[in-house]
């Protein structure tokens, strides 16, 4: 397979050379003497540029190049005569590997609501936002392998069924097995699941992070980073019923370094998408450009993409305690809606988003890591402080996404630990395991997750998270 990537060929000058391209067309135009298709493989959001000679390729292929069709072109690097590119490939042969019927091929080359797309996930991957959204996704990823291996964290995989349930938020997805062949069925007709495979119940994990305690008592500093899911009935913007997250766990971290490395990382990952996805990041700074004119005046964020991102890499994240939030909160002239009245009489009860946008977008106008909540909203493991009402909880939360890290220093101390468990109704005797790490060898450490969606979200200005994963599992949603 001699292809040459779209991407290598406009890298170096190759003109004069022989090349092989293959991809997919995405627009035609001719005139008597010449056809110019554009033609995009997918290595990068620009297209190359094929000029076809009636005179050498048969009329009845060119027929067949139809936007969506997927061709092998044989020719040759030439200078282009045309003002917008450098360079392109005259045809000697072109073959049509695949065809795609105008009549019937839905992509057709005229803008197409992200709604349209969504129903037809398994072909939007051809168009230019999703290919830069997916292409940006990947850099994240190998950004987020990059960062920790370079700081000497091991990769953890946590399993994907388990038995406990670590934000005791309950809203798990049940394993059952079926017996395909032989489906157990109860006197209605329907299939009776068996749910003793593991004589347990399990369900699939909503977090890696028990887990991940275990390792990081002995390899000290860990990640994950793998698929977590929860069956809350969210239909937001912001949540999905399977996601990814990157979870590092580290022995001998406090509060304190927790956030100093959450910070650090974010910034990493941010900085290597901004360095290494240029032309993809300008193209979603158009794209979020134009989407911000159809909002209100008052909605429009000032900052275009790039500029948001460059700005969070470059400055300090604001830090404060729950409580010193609840007092901005309580000061604020800004907002006299009954949500905003409600929480700033009750310190103790949770922020609504409207808060988070408030304190992140209005008050601050930058990134903004919230500690020390009220031990009563937030999970059992979390290092109780020594005022009896907070624990040394963090999250993070982003203009425009509102909470992308949750995390915590986790309570060491097995007495403290025990007593909060049975407090909570978590059952100690079923998670001995988890306490052995008290009991053996245990050391003040902590941890983060980062939602992977959620950073995909903030780095390419899309606007809804089922745009940032090819295939999105919502409620109702789960075919393709
Ligand atoms: O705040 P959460 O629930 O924290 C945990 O699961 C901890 N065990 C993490 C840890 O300390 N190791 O979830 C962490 C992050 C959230 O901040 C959010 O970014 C993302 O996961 N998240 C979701 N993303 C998409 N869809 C959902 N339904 C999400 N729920 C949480
Ligand atoms: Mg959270």
């Not at 094929?50 to 072109?73: M, Q, R, S, Y």
């Not at 470059?314 to 002239?333: G, K, V, W």
């Not at 040394?392 to 060491?412: K, N, T, W, Y």
């Not at 941890?447 to 995909?456: A, D, I, S, T, Y």
Request: glycine share 6%; aromatic share 10%; charged share 30%.
């Amino acid at each position: 397979n001699k292809r040459i990537k779209i991407k290598k060929l406009l890298e170096n000058d190759h003109i004069g050379q022989d090349a092989t391209i293959m991809g997919w067309v995405r627009t035609k135009r001719s005139n008597k003497n010449v056809t110019f298709i554009a033609i995009n493989d997918g290595s990068t959001i620009n297209n190359y540029q094929v000029v076809a000679d009636p005179a050498l390729i048969d009329e009845d292929i060119l027929k067949k190049v139809t936007t969506g069709a997927c061709l092998k072109i044989n020719g040759r690097i030439v200078a282009s005569q045309g003002a917008g590119q450098q360079a392109e490939i005259s045809a000697s042969s072109i073959e049509v590997l695949g065809e795609a019927d105008t009549e019937t091929y839905p992509l057709q080359p005229k803008k197409h609501s992200l709604e349209f797309l969504r129903e037809i996930a398994h072909l939007r991957i051809r168009t230019n936002t999703f290919g830069a959204v997916f292409r940006v996704r990947h850099a994240l990823a190998f950004a987020v392998h990059k960062y920790f291996n370079d700081k000497g964290f091991f990769y953890i995989h946590t399993p994907i069924i388990t038995s406990s349930d670590a934000e005791g938020a309950g809203e798990t997805f049940k394993v059952t097995v079926l017996d395909i062949k032989n489906p157990p069925l109860t006197e209605e007709g329907k299939i009776n699941f068996k749910e003793d495979f593991f004589e347990k119940e399990t369900n699939l994990t909503v977090s890696g992070q028990l887990e991940g305690e275990l390792a990081a008592m002995g390899l000290a500093e860990i990640y994950t980073f793998g698929p977590t899911f929860r069956a809350e009935n969210s239909n937001t913007a912001r949540h999905l019923a399977e996601f990814w997250m990157i979870e590092p766990e580290m022995a001998f971290y406090d509060a304190q370094d927790n956030q100093d490395l959450a910070e650090d990382f974010l910034k990493f990952v941010i900085s290597y998408a901004l360095e290494n996805c240029k032309d993809d990041l300008e193209f979603l700074d158009k794209r979020a450009a134009e989407e911000e004119t159809t909002k209100k005046a008052d909605q429009r964020s000032e900052m275009g993409l790039i500029d948001r991102l460059k700005f969070v890499v470059e400055n300090e994240f604001q830090r404060i305690t729950y409580t010193e939030a609840i007092d901005i909160l309580r000061n604020s002239n800004h907002n006299k809606k009954k949500k905003f009245q409600y929480l700033v009489e009750s310190w103790g009860v949770d922020l609504q988003s409207e808060h988070e946008r408030y304190l992140v977008e209005k008050h601050f106008n930058k990134p903004v890591i919230l500690t020390d909540y009220p031990k009563d909203i937030k999970a059992f493991y979390m290092r109780q402080n020594d005022d009896g009402k907070t624990v040394a909880a963090m999250d993070i939360l982003f203009p425009g996404i509102g909470e992308i890290v949750g995390g915590s220093q986790r309570e060491e101390r097995l007495d403290y630990l025990t007593k909060r468990m049975e407090e909570m109704n978590i059952p100690t005797e079923e998670m001995w395991w988890y306490l052995d790490t008290r009991r053996f060898g245990s050391t003040p450490h902590a941890g983060f997750g980062l939602g992977f969606e959620r950073l995909v979200l903030f780095v390419t200005g899309m606007g809804n998270i089922r745009d940032v994963i090819a295939f999105p599992r919502t409620p109702g949603h789960a075919e393709f």
